[in-house]
């Protein structure tokens, strides 16, 4: 009834979207962005498109895998969704696992040396390509990258005798590529990084056991005082045993 009830009826007829927000009710919020023309965000094959209404009319506006943005306006909203879904079908890409069977053929070329046959093969039996002289073309398609990076780690593993794989060298080599395309050449580069660190690593560990060895070693004044304070029966057993540790190291060639 105050200075401010104008302000709040203007508000009640027409509230703001950060209002609507406050609310934390979705539903509410989705309600408003479609009147207003906020935009709501519409999946199509895992493809977000942004749906919005603007002057009358109804936008949509996604990118596809391979990079394209597309853009479409309709006069309801349900008259988008077949311009998107003929977008996303257009730019899918059919992916299949291989047998057991095709990853031997795979292994074969790598074993033969053939690491570019052993790639083109896992892409064409992959992607089930009947004509590919080369990769590339896979390669430079965006849609094919994660088929791309997942078929030269396979190669690259079954190359390397040398690598075994395991949860912490996996970790150390995914951080060392930071989401760049996989190659067989950054594969090599990661794996020699991991085996320094791996190196770097074990060294430290022995040096810290050696120090923590010589934190608890007597001093040699000590072990003389020691010594001395022992029986003659006992020095006798102490030289024994000392003469056979000895002659243990000898013949283990440590000595």
């Known amino acids: 009834m105050g200075a401010g009830s104008a302000d709040l009826k203007r508000f009640l007829n027409a509230p703001d979207r950060e209002a609507i927000q406050a609310l934390k009710d979705p539903e509410l919020l989705r309600q408003y962005d479609e009147q207003h023309g906020s935009g709501t965000t519409v999946y199509a094959s895992g493809v977000p498109f942004q749906i919005s209404q603007r002057g009358g009319k109804w936008c949509a506006k996604g990118k596809t895998p391979d990079g394209t943005v597309h853009r479409f306006t309709a006069s309801s909203r349900d008259a988008l969704f077949p311009k998107i879904t003929d977008a996303v079908r257009e730019n899918t890409v059919t992916v299949r696992e291989l047998t057991d069977a095709e990853l031997l053929q795979v292994i074969r070329y790598v074993q033969a040396g053939d690491t570019q046959m052993a790639l083109s093969q896992y892409l064409w039996l992959a ?49 060392y590529v930071a989401g760049r395309p996989l190659s067989l050449p950054l594969l090599d580069s990661a794996w020699k990084a991991c085996q320094q660190a791996e190196k770097d690593y074990t060294r430290s560990a022995l040096l810290g056991q050696l120090d923590d060895q010589a934190e608890t070693m007597p001093e040699p004044r000590e072990i003389a005082a020691q010594i001395n304070e022992l029986d003659d029966e006992s020095v006798d057993q102490l030289m024994a045993a000392t003469r056979r540790e000895y002659a243990r190291e000898v013949r283990a060639g440590r000595r």
């Open 127 to 175: 992607t089930n390509k009947k004509e590919i002289e080369t990769p590339f073309e896979i390669l430079d398609d965006p849609r094919y990258r994660e088929l791309c990076d997942q078929a030269v780690l396979f190669v690259w593993q079954h190359a390397r005798t040398d690598y075994s794989p395991s949860p912490e060298r996996e970790k150390y080599m995914d951080e």
